[in-house]
């Protein structure tokens, strides 16, 4: 083992990956990433939150071995990310890009049996693992059918059933339901699930809340290259935006109502958003009477709700930017 | 073997990819249609032909009265085609070596020593004789026979007797067949050689009806004498069907005088140039694979797996060499089904073939993937494909364009042309498959060093920039 490897006391969870204040400036002097710091621990579903542009998949580059960072170091199962591509340790990592890596002119069976070639595991051996990963992704009925003849999720499930073939302890994945439809994505969740269930680690990028609330053991959030906070899902949206978000729609948000609102909210954070105030907090529902009871806002509010904060929610409050933007 | 599971996806890959039916069937066809439509222009250079000349020629001996006459019609016709010269110009049509044997003249016509080789045979004079008196008897006759009943009408009887001593003479001459045959042997492939078989379709007409003029007139003269009588020539039109009257045959190198067609001759030659034509083409569409693979980040990720670099591009090479192997028995056997070709089924040469291929193909990947390390797959595929298109229509030598002698290989004349990987694909295929009477196995060596020196450096190439370009670490 590696001296740099990283292992926690018998209580703390053990770290796979360690990123220290890395930082990616492209030729084209675009800042990607700004010292990143993140530890991604055993066993676990770390999501990397984020819009698009965010820094995601530069992160996820450099990490695989694809991209050198500008400053900053990294280790992978202990080894430092100098080392990577020339340590055994690489069969230890799997990547599945948002591009699926498959070759789409080879049938489901041969592309397994390739992959399990580069490999270099044996062929009988190499077998069952197929038969196993076929069964398990229910890829067995296609299993004599051209890549290029499957649907976008099953291409997908494919790409998945590929990158374990060499059974490994971490499994990245950039955006793996992206262009999937809703049932395919809710079965993709629940093979992602299953995984994390046989203990691997899985490192996933994702712009979509539902997918990394759903799957996450921790959700880092990313924003203009950096790692704004890193927590599990439900002491982020805590953390960030209290339990309840009070959510009012308003015809038009002038000077007036703003200044209305803020001084009736009495310190709560709040966020303008468009015709939109969303307001952070515990048990709301006080300051929405206290709001409702105002003329001027009663008159010119078109919607009130309190709902469960979401991570969306906490997002927006982190940055100040929807997820979509 | 994680190699040879590379080269097997790589085939089935390629089996599967409909584009690679329109490379190996479509531009083979497209050649055809170029090669045909270009051909004029080629035929239409002025330059100085270098012929090889071999005579059988026995020489006629003939009588006219009571003088007997020798005639060696091929020594004239050599003086004859040595004598002519481009109308207007200085340039001679020929330079013409004389050639002993048979075996020489196939050998120096397959290594384009000589544009073709002239061949007459033994009873060239005697065919020459035979027309010349057939044209006099047919020019003469009418004649006489105009005179004869010009002075039968004047009353001058005495006159219109000597015409018909005259014409009974001239009777010796009836019945005397018009057939001229001569051989060219050649490289129906090369150019110069097809000019020469067309030229000298030309300048035997001319030959014939120069002699048989002179003939005439000397037969007139001797009638003249002999009885007494005046006979004048006027243009008399004759009526000779030329394709009847001669018969000059083109006889490939290489495969005896068969009987075969003029385009069956000239695509038994063509089909080894448009065979590895079809495999530099074809194997473009490795680039495509390739490129496929990049985009599709395959590359990426097999940095992870256990598989090295040489693995992946010997096994991409390898896989083309086969594929290339396939097209090219392919294209053979449409050739052959078609009966453009006729080839030698020697185990050895059929191996010796197959070998040429698989290097062919190996070479032509390389060829790719080195572009392909340098820049974007578009650019890559794009320029390979438009520099192998332009290699593919020189390298075969359907163009008059100059290849000297740089050196020496093995015994064996290395010329500028060799110095393109294909061409010596080409020229090994040729001797391989078509030239088999002409070059043994051993032969072949030569040109077989010289294409797998190209294949090692070719694919040595390709693996070091490949890997340092494409498969590079960051680090």
């Given at each position: 083992m590696n001296s740099n490897i990283l292992i926690g006391d018998a209580t703390m969870p053990k770290v796979v990956i360690k990123i220290d204040k890395v930082s990616k400036i492209y030729d084209n002097k675009v800042k990607a990433l700004n010292n990143v710091s993140l530890e991604i621990y055993e066993k676990e579903i770390f999501s990397l939150l984020g819009p698009n542009g965010a820094g995601k998949t530069t992160l996820i580059k450099i990490i695989t071995g694809q991209l050198k960072p500008s400053s900053g170091e990294l280790w992978i199962l202990g080894v430092s990310h100098k080392e990577f591509l020339n340590s055994s340790v690489r069969h230890r990592v799997n990547f599945v890009p948002q591009e699926n890596v498959i070759w789409e002119k080879l049938t489901v069976e041969e592309n397994m049996m390739l992959m399990a070639s580069m490999y270099k595991i044996p062929r009988r051996e190499a077998r069952e693992k197929v038969k196993e990963l076929m069964e398990e992704f229910e890829l067995l009925d296609t299993r004599k059918?051209?890549?290029?003849?499957?649907?976008?999720?099953?291409?997908?499930?494919?790409?998945?059933?590929?990158?374990?073939?060499?059974?490994?302890?971490?499994?990245?994945?950039?955006?793996?339901?992206?262009?999937?439809?809703?049932?395919?994505?809710?079965?993709?969740?629940?093979?992602?699930?299953?995984?994390?269930?046989?203990?691997?680690?899985?490192?996933?990028?994702?712009?979509?809340?539902?997918?990394?609330?759903?799957?996450?053991?921790?959700?880092?959030?990313?924003?203009?290259?950096?790692?704004?906070?890193?927590?599990?899902?439900?002491?982020?949206?805590?953390?960030?935006?209290?339990?309840?978000?009070?959510?009012?729609?308003?015809?038009?948000?002038?000077?007036?109502?703003?200044?209305?609102?803020?001084?009736?909210?009495?310190?709560?954070?709040?966020?303008?958003?468009?015709?939109?105030?969303?307001?952070?907090?515990?048990?709301?529902?006080?300051?929405?009477?206290?709001?409702?009871?105002?003329?001027?806002?009663?008159?010119?509010m078109l919607n009130a709700s309190i709902r469960k904060s979401t991570l969306e929610d906490a997002f927006l409050f982190l940055t100040g930017t929807m997820l979509g933007e | 073997m994680v190699v040879i599971d590379i080269v097997k996806s790589k085939i089935k890959i390629a089996l599967r990819t409909k584009e690679l039916y329109i490379y190996v069937l479509g531009f083979p066809l497209i050649f055809m249609i170029i090669y045909g439509s270009m051909a004029p222009m080629y035929y239409s250079t002025i330059s100085t032909m270098h012929i090889g000349f071999i005579s059988r020629d026995l020489g006629v001996s003939y009588s006219i009265g009571n003088n007997t006459i020798s005639s060696n019609y091929?020594?004239?016709?050599?003086?004859?085609?040595?004598?002519?010269?481009?109308?207007?110009?200085?340039?001679?049509?020929?330079?013409?070596?004389?050639?002993?044997?048979?075996?020489?003249?196939?050998?120096?016509?397959?290594r384009l020593d000589v544009t073709g080789v002239i061949y007459l045979p033994d009873n060239f004079s005697q065919m020459i004789y035979n027309a010349s008196a057939s044209l006099t008897y047919s020019i003469v006759t009418p004649i006489i026979?105009?005179?004869?009943?010009?002075?039968?009408?004047?009353?001058?009887?005495?006159?219109?007797?000597?015409?018909?001593?005259?014409?009974?003479?001239?009777?010796?001459?009836?019945?005397?067949?018009?057939?001229?045959?001569?051989?060219?042997?050649?490289?129906?492939?090369?150019?110069?050689?097809?000019?020469?078989?067309?030229?000298?379709?030309?300048?035997?007409?001319?030959?014939?009806?120069?002699?048989?003029?002179?003939?005439?007139?000397?037969?007139?003269?001797?009638?003249?004498?002999?009885?007494?009588?005046?006979?004048?020539?006027?243009t008399t039109s004759i009526n000779i069907e030329m394709d009847k009257a001669f018969?000059?045959?083109?006889?490939?190198?290489?495969?005896?005088?068969?009987?075969?067609?003029?385009?069956?001759?000239?695509?038994?030659?063509?089909?080894?140039?448009?065979?590895?034509?079809?495999?530099?083409?074809?194997?473009?569409?490795?680039?495509?694979?390739?490129?496929?693979?990049?985009?599709?980040?395959?590359?990426?990720?097999?940095?992870?797996?256990?598989?090295?670099?040489?693995?992946?591009?010997?096994?991409?090479?390898?896989?083309?060499?086969?594929?290339?192997?396939?097209?090219?028995?392919?294209?053979?056997?449409?050739?052959?089904?078609?009966?453009?070709?006729?080839?030698?089924?020697?185990?050895?040469?059929?191996?010796?073939?197959l070998l040429i291929l698989i290097l062919a193909g190996v070479i032509t990947a390389a060829y790719s993937l080195i572009f392909l390390s340098f820049t974007n797959e578009k650019i890559a595929a794009n320029f390979s494909l438009i520099s192998l298109l332009t290699l593919s229509l020189f390298i075969a030598g359907y163009f008059p364009i100059p290849n000297p002698v740089i050196g020496f290989l093995l015994g064996r004349e290395l010329t500028l042309f060799d110095l393109v990987p294909w061409r010596t694909a080409i020229t090994c295929l040729r001797k391989s498959l078509i030239l088999v009477d002409i070059y043994n196995p051993l032969d072949i060596l030569p040109d077989l060093a010289l294409l797998a020196f190209w294949t090692i450096l070719y694919s040595g190439i390709a693996f070091i920039t490949f890997d340092k370009f494409r498969l590079k670490r960051p680090y």
């Open positions: 059918r051209l890549a290029s003849k499957l649907s976008g999720g099953m291409r997908r499930k494919l790409a998945i059933a590929m990158a374990l073939i060499n059974d490994p302890d971490i499994l990245i994945l950039d955006e793996p339901t992206a262009g999937l439809d809703p049932r395919m994505r809710a079965i993709l969740l629940g093979d992602i699930e299953k995984l994390k269930r046989k203990g691997k680690t899985i490192l996933l990028t994702t712009h979509i809340v539902e997918e990394a609330e759903r799957l996450s053991d921790r959700v880092g959030i990313i924003h203009r290259g950096e790692i704004i906070t890193v927590d599990d899902p439900s002491s982020l949206k805590a953390k960030a935006c209290g339990s309840e978000v009070l959510d009012l729609l308003f015809r038009k948000i002038d000077d007036v109502v703003l200044e209305a609102v803020v001084r009736i909210i009495n310190g709560h954070d709040y966020i303008k958003v468009g015709d939109k105030i969303l307001i952070k907090g515990d048990n709301l529902l006080g300051i929405l009477n206290e709001l409702r009871k105002n003329k001027l806002l009663y008159d010119s | 091929s020594a004239l016709f050599y003086e004859y085609l040595d004598s002519l010269y481009y109308e207007s110009q200085s340039v001679k049509v020929f330079s013409i070596e004389n050639i002993s044997s048979l075996s020489e003249a196939e050998k120096k016509a397959a026979s105009q005179e004869i009943n010009n002075a039968y009408s004047r009353g001058d009887i005495e006159l219109a007797n000597r015409y018909l001593r005259a014409m009974q003479d001239l009777s010796n001459l009836a019945n005397t067949t018009f057939s001229i045959s001569l051989i060219i042997i050649g490289d129906p492939t090369y150019s110069k050689a097809m000019e020469l078989y067309e030229a000298v379709w030309k300048y035997i007409s001319s030959f014939v009806f120069q002699e048989s003029k002179k003939f005439t007139d000397r037969y007139i003269n001797y009638l003249e004498d002999e009885y007494n009588i005046a006979i004048e020539l006027n018969n000059v045959q083109f006889r490939r190198i290489g495969g005896g005088s068969a009987k075969e067609t003029f385009l069956q001759m000239y695509y038994s030659l063509l089909v080894p140039g448009q065979i590895i034509q079809s495999v530099m083409i074809a194997s473009v569409s490795a680039i495509y694979m390739v490129a496929y693979e990049i985009d599709r980040k395959i590359l990426q990720r097999l940095k992870l797996t256990k598989v090295t670099s040489i693995e992946y591009i010997g096994g991409t090479l390898i896989a083309w060499g086969i594929i290339s192997m396939m097209l090219g028995v392919l294209l053979l056997a449409i050739a052959i089904a078609l009966g453009y070709v006729k080839i030698a089924w020697s185990l050895i040469d059929m191996g010796l073939s």
